[in-house]
């Protein structure tokens, strides 16, 4: 369902990989041809001693030469090969034990995998080193225990990463239909489960491996992974490191190789995530006025006027909103009517000034209580005049802030109230919308409560500021039948008590006929249809087949005592 | 390492590391926090033991693991027979499985790991003597990265919001992502380099001479960059996702004031996702710290052990490092977690430990 914030994600993301990410690949390129070319070629001048021992850089030796006068450059580069190897096959390591154990995890029964989950979260929970410490101490020093010890180490966050991902993907419609369907669960491991990880698991491989290859060479510099006569990064920067205050140079070539890959390393693993999960990237939300037209004057009792309404997409260029035109009196309930994608939540949002970011709005003229909402409103203003009501209560509060703590906000801002002033008019509204244990709910944080309760509370704050205007979006959807009720008959007594004029926003015709003294029917951006007398409505009266269709769908409902308030009023 | 903190990272983006989040236990009153604690203590503490007792099994099995004879794989090459049973009796190798098992539980609930070769003294102590050294500069270090990777993250977080500032989001990826790509005692190699080398402020390594803290200064530093630069970025897209929340949008639409919206708003949900993923980052710091250890040449548990194993086959000492090392990342996890509590009580509803 559309909320006020909805934006329109197809148009808006866009699939592309970042620059970043082929300059990671561009390296890591470089990188593997160097592993393979370097040491055909410089071999000789990596491991031949000459008598030039112990220089600095030099046109012939520009990174130096070791205290055998082995030449730096030539064996940092033919180090590529052992380094990056020893990278690939601790990762190989890694992926398959860590893959396999959390497929096997999945495939096991209740008791074993949670045996198994149990000591996966206690393989992740010690420093990867510590692993690497245990396997030395087993297996002795060199780079073949280090790969092992890394592999294993890294294989933990495999294992997890699988687990939580097949219990995401084992619950979705497709799995589920085929273990109905009697598909022995080792074929759904590999034809489901395993495939629709790729993504993630692609990533966490490239983030292993820049890992892997780091904690190698920190392994071989502090002596437990490549033993003299092979050398990789971190035994050559070792080197280099005892030689800091006579020969610096020696670190340069090193580092620089340590950085370079775990730079690619990143740029891949960060493109990858990025490509993934797109961020959306949307300027500012614009509203306009546009010129041209001719207004009529406002009557007195005009609360909120909006006329020749269009919102634009940014990017797309599509047009969420066209051409709308409202106006609520003071003490009326407008209600909008639509499907998701109507358009009818935007216009909410520029009503109350919350229009999402990377939308334009124009109109002739947008005027809340003689304020013009297209251009500077206070906050403080704005806070006093609008209230609103959001779709899903679940969401819409703070999960970190204590009830009481957060309502309160919102009166010192809209009325300027003490804490305590705040706090009493909130325990009154908490009262009035007969939430049980004012007291108590004041203290509570949000999911200490149900649903019905939180979009109370909700009401209770649209209350407590007492707005001219309340804008409900959608405020039953999430709630079920007779919460729903509930909540309807508080917004209608907040319209009869406090006079506050409501915007109802919503797809249901049947909820929005209880409520609202006027309706207005929109599809694709346009109003479609205006009611005049929602009491009275059938399917003949209405003119637009639409909206036939609507009513012809729409079950009856009816609130106890609408009448009886109607003709209060 | 920082890689694997990032990975850990991209867990947690698609909503699998957090715990809690929005799945939390719908009616929990505000009487039953209390209960909350207990279950949860309770649970942690049944962990920790679990934990513990893995880790006496691991410590164990660490000797009985290395192919061949451990015992003439320890005492080397080119030692005598009588080395070699010197070596297994100390080690109880000469004893069935079980007894050797038995008696090695029993001495470790006595804090006995055996006498260390290479300084005869108990393993235990000397490794309890270097614990403080390292527990400190990882304490030090955690202060330091979560003050200043928060308030980074935070900060560039705000400023870049809704696409703004794009030119700053890109100098932050790139500048975060190369400090957190370079690896910790690449860094530490580096900032002897400048300090100690070059501008002569700070001494190379540790030395009783300089003071503990002019000494810690470098390890510190090492330590703490790229998990500054780890934290900075993950506090960053934290910070875009908070804002996009539903109920920062309400915050929104209650028009409040900058400083409220974003310092009691936004902040206490940023932090706790922030603290969530710090408590992996401290064991991936404490894993460095070993290694950083060794480049300053500081008196801590990784010096102990690296030595340990590269040069004196010392395996009481081995063990009762591995054991204390072991038990510090669980007392970290525990204690970031009671933290994470006390900021967020739906944590402790979550079933991990």
């Given at each position: 369902m559309a909320s006020l914030f909805t934006r329109p994600r197809a148009a808006a993301r866009r699939r592309t990989a970042s620059p970043l990410l082929y300059l990671g690949y561009g390296m890591l390129a470089v990188l593997v041809l160097t592993a393979i070319i370097a040491p055909i070629f410089l071999d000789h001048a990596a491991t031949t001693l000459t008598s030039t021992a112990n220089s600095g850089p030099t046109h012939a030796h520009p990174m130096g030469t070791d205290s055998l006068g082995r030449d730096m450059l030539a064996r940092v580069l033919v180090a590529t090969r052992e380094t990056m190897l020893a990278a690939v096959f601790s990762t190989a390591i890694a992926a398959v034990l860590g893959i396999g154990l959390g497929i096997a995890a999945w495939l096991a029964a209740r008791r074993v995998r949670e045996v198994i989950l149990r000591l996966i979260e206690f393989w992740v929970s010690y420093p990867t080193l510590l692993v690497a410490i245990i396997v030395a101490a087993i297996l002795g020093r060199g780079l073949a225990p280090a790969v092992f010890a890394i592999g294993l180490a890294n294989a933990g966050g495999f294992a997890r990463l699988t687990a939580n991902l097949a219990a995401g993907i084992s619950t979705r419609e497709f799995v589920v239909t085929a273990r109905l369907m009697g598909v022995p669960s080792g074929r759904i491991a590999t034809r489901h489960i395993v495939p629709n990880m790729a993504e993630p698991q692609l990533i966490l491989i490239a983030q292993a491996f820049a890992g892997a290859l780091v904690e190698l060479s920190g392994l071989s510099f502090i002596g437990l992974g490549a033993q003299s006569p092979s050398f990789d990064w971190g035994a050559l920067l070792n080197e280099g490191a005892s030689k800091i205050y006579t020969n610096p140079i020696l670190i340069v070539g090193p580092s620089i190789a340590l950085v370079f890959a775990s730079l690619a390393a990143l740029f891949v693993g960060d493109g990858l995530a990025a490509a993934a999960n797109p961020r959306t990237n949307l300027r500012r939300a614009r509203m306009l006025h546009h010129s041209g037209t001719e207004l009529a004057p406002l009557t007195p009792d005009t609360l909120l006027s909006v006329d020749h309404l269009t919102v634009r997409h940014d990017d797309s260029g599509r047009e969420l909103v066209s051409d709308v035109s409202l106006s609520i009196r003071r003490g009326e309930v407008l209600g909008i009517v639509g499907e998701s994608g109507s358009g009818k939540s935007v216009t909410a949002s520029v009503v109350s000034k919350l229009l999402a970011e990377g939308l334009t709005a124009t109109a002739a003229r947008a005027e809340l209580s003689g304020a013009d909402l297209l251009g500077r409103v206070s906050g403080r203003e704005l806070a006093r005049r609008v209230a609103m009501v959001y779709q899903d209560p679940g969401t819409a509060?703070?999960?970190?802030?204590?009830l009481g703590n957060q309502l309160s906000d919102v009166l010192s801002r809209a009325l300027g109230s003490t804490r305590r002033a705040a706090r009493q008019n909130l325990l009154e509204r908490f009262r009035d919308v007969l939430l049980t244990d004012p007291e108590g709910r004041m203290r509570q944080y949000p999911h200490q409560l149900s649903g019905g309760m939180k979009q109370r509370a909700m009401i209770a704050s649209a209350m407590s500021t007492r707005a001219e205007l309340l804008v409900a979006d959608e405020p039953t959807t999430a709630l079920d039948v007779t919460v729903q009720r509930e909540v309807l008959t508080l917004i209608k007594r907040m319209n009869a008590t406090m006079g506050t004029s409501v915007l109802f926003i919503s797809h249901d015709l049947g909820v929005v006929r209880a409520l609202c003294d006027r309706v207005l029917v929109m599809r694709d951006g346009r109003i479609v249809e205006a009611i005049d007398d929602v009491a009275h409505m059938t399917p003949e009266g209405v003119v637009h087949p639409y909206t036939r269709q609507l009513l012809e769908a729409t079950p009856i409902v009816t609130m106890p005592g609408r009448d009886i308030e109607g003709a209060a009023r | 390492m920082s890689h694997s903190i990032d990975a850990s990272d991209s867990l947690s983006s698609s909503g699998l590391g957090i715990p809690g989040g929005h799945n939390a236990p719908r009616e929990l009153r505000a009487s039953s926090l209390a209960g909350a604690w207990r279950r949860f203590i309770g649970r942690r503490l049944i962990g920790l033991a679990v934990n513990l007792v893995l880790l006496v099994l691991v410590t164990f099995i660490i000797v009985r693991l290395i192919p061949g004879d451990p015992a003439a794989a320890i005492a080397g090459t080119d030692a005598s027979q009588s080395q070699v049973d010197a070596v297994r009796a100390e080690l109880g190798l000469d004893k069935p499985l079980p007894v050797q098992f038995g008696q090695y539980v029993l001495g470790v609930l006595h804090g006995d790991f055996g006498t260390s070769f290479h300084y005869q003294l108990p393993a235990l102590q000397i490794v309890l003597t270097a614990a403080p050294y390292t527990i400190a500069i990882a304490f030090a270090s955690l202060i330091v990265f979560l003050f200043f990777g928060l308030a980074i993250g935070i900060a560039v977080g705000i400023i870049t919001r809704g696409d703004r500032h794009r030119w700053l989001d890109h100098v932050f990826n790139i500048g975060a992502g190369l400090i957190a790509s370079i690896p910790a005692y690449v860094q530490a190699t580096l900032l002897i380099m400048v300090f100690a080398v070059w501008l002569v402020w700070l001494p190379p390594a540790y030395s009783p001479s300089y003071g503990l803290a002019q000494s810690a200064v470098l390890p510190v530093a090492a330590l703490s960059l790229g998990c500054i630069a780890s934290v900075a970025r993950i506090t960053r897209r934290e910070v875009a996702v908070v804002l996009e929340q539903d109920y920062m949008r309400t915050a929104r639409g209650w028009r409040l004031p900058s400083l409220t919206l974003y310092a009691k708003h936004m902040l206490p949900n940023v932090v706790t996702t922030a603290l969530t993923l710090s408590g992996i980052i401290l064991t991936a710091l404490l894993g460095s710290a070993l290694i950083v250890e060794s480049v300053f040449a500081w008196p801590g548990l990784g010096t102990v052990s690296v030595q340990a194993i590269s040069e004196f086959k010392d395996y009481p000492i081995i063990r009762a490092a591995v054991f204390v090392i072991g038990t510090i990342s669980l007392l970290f996890t525990f204690f970031i977690d009671i933290i994470l509590g006390i900021l967020d009580p739906r944590t402790l509803g979550d079933h991990r430990g």
């Open positions: 509060l703070n999960p970190a802030l204590t | -």
